[in-house]
Every structure is written in structure tokens, then in C-alpha cells.
């Protein structure tokens, strides 16, 4: 059984930094990309960035990059998600998710087959 667990969400200023960590266990995921996702309260389920199974690619949505960063220590078994100059619309539910790396990237949510509880990020002053 694949556990995903997130962890670092909470409130933070405008300008501010999180860095959002997503744990997991149960089987080897080697071969499996990872990815975030965030939902805000009324809109749909959107896709952050994804990083594949080997650390060397990494992927951004347009309205995240040169803002958030996504890493992986493969030894610890943990994906951060580093988020930087933070703005209210980025105030959402943050989910992160296990999937198959084909390496063609990893940019729908249909593509992933493993799913954490999500933690929330508030962005306000």
C-alpha cells in the first residue's frame, strides 16, 4: 500500500515562503514521477509541477515559475515543494501525487496513481 503524506502548508504572509514536503512509503517509487496539485475552495483540482523518477526534469505550470521550486531526496523518500513570493491566489489545498514515469512528464492528474491527503497553504495579510 503507496502512502503519500504532505506536510509544511499553513499561513504566511503575501511575499512569504513555504516549503511543502510530501513523504512517501510502501512500495519503491522508483520508476515513478511526482507531482503537485492544488485545489482553492470553488474552482477545480489544477496541476503545480511534477518532477520525474530520476531528479533530472522538472516541470511548472506558467503562473508558478521563478516562484516555486520542486525537489527530491530519493534517500529520504521525500519531495519538497520550496514556494517562494507567495500571493493570496496561491492560497489553496496542496496535494502531491505518484506516478508512472514514462518520461514524457507528468502534467494531468489521470497520469498519477497514488494521491495524498493534501495539506492547506493560506496566503493572506
Known amino acids: 500500500q503507496v502512502q503519500l503524506v504532505e506536510s509544511g502548508g499553513g499561513l504566511v504572509q503575501p511575499g512569504g515562503s513555504l516549503r511543502l514536503s510530501c513523504g512517501y512509503s510502501?512500495?519503491?517509487?522508483?520508476?515513478?514521477?511526482i507531482g503537485w496539485f492544488r485545489q482553492a475552495p470553488g474552482k477545480e483540482r489544477e496541476w503545480v509541477s511534477c518532477i520525474s523518477s530520476n531528479n533530472e526534469v522538472t516541470y511548472y505550470t506558467d503562473f508558478v515559475k521563478g516562484r516555486f521550486t520542486i525537489s527530491r531526496d530519493n534517500a529520504k523518500n521525500t519531495v519538497y515543494l520550496q514556494m517562494s513570493s507567495l500571493k493570496p491566489e496561491d492560497t489553496a489545498a496542496y496535494y502531491c501525487a505518484a506516478g508512472i514515469d514514462y518520461g514524457l512528464g507528468l502534467l494531468r492528474s489521470y497520469e498519477y496513481d497514488y494521491w495524498g491527503q493534501g495539506t492547506q497553504v493560506t496566503v493572506s495579510s
Open positions: 510502501g512500495v519503491a517509487l522508483d520508476n515513478y514521477g
